[in-house]
């Protein structure tokens, strides 16, 4: 499953089942392949993920160009983790648990944070999120621009949003922090001090 603002290039054959994500956050759920016994991996700008037999999210800061952090989150099976330029697996991360990947390694797997893959149900999940990643996530749901003010960008919203429906997120922006949103056209939205 494909997030928005996403790419990957597909490469299946007789010897293996490879997904390299381009850009952006895909939802993987994996089934042996008990006809020609192929892997399953996922490669990225940081390392490669190897399925084994699971259900994993996977989500690229950056691109090829200017890589960032990889989120990995296991909900089902485990997925052996590869840094980039490694020849031996660095980590095997089970169900229920996530880790960055990094220029500077792997974090320390930790407990899965359901909000992580709230965008496979349509939802975006805020929990004390500053305002300008709060607006960054939200224009990959909708068509244009969001910028948000630098005066207002420190401030922290929590709650649920409907993907669906950004104009409904933007106007509760207004009516619980101390910002107004400034529509110059539907596909130019401000985020400014009230």
């Not at 490469?11 to 939802?27: E, H, K, Y």
């Not at 996530?98 to 709230?118: E, F, I, K, N």
Request: charged share 15%; glycine share 8%.
């Amino acid at each position: 499953l494909l997030d928005t603002a996403s790419a990957i290039n597909i490469r299946f054959d007789s010897q293996q089942r490879q997904v390299q994500l381009r850009q952006g956050a895909i939802l993987v759920a994996t089934a042996a392949d008990t006809a020609l016994q192929r892997p399953f991996s996922v490669h990225t700008t940081q390392g490669r993920l190897r399925a084994l037999g699971t259900r994993f999210s996977v989500r690229q800061d950056g691109d090829a160009h200017q890589p960032g952090a990889i989120h990995v989150a296991v909900t089902e099976g485990a997925v052996e983790v590869t840094l980039q330029g490694a020849s031996r697996p660095t980590l095997v991360l089970a169900a229920g648990r996530q880790t960055v990947l990094s220029t500077a390694g792997a974090r320390a797997p930790q407990p899965v944070d359901s909000a992580a893959q709230g965008w496979t149900q349509g939802v975006l999940h805020a929990d004390g999120m500053r305002l300008d990643a709060f607006c960054a996530e939200l224009a990959r749901y909708r068509a244009g621009v969001i910028h948000c003010a630098p005066e207002v960008a420190q401030l922290r919203i929590s709650g649920m949003f409907a993907l669906d429906n950004t104009d409904y997120a933007l106007t509760m922006l207004a009516s619980t922090l101390p910002v107004q949103v400034v529509l110059r056209t539907r596909f130019w939205v401000t985020v400014v001090p009230a």
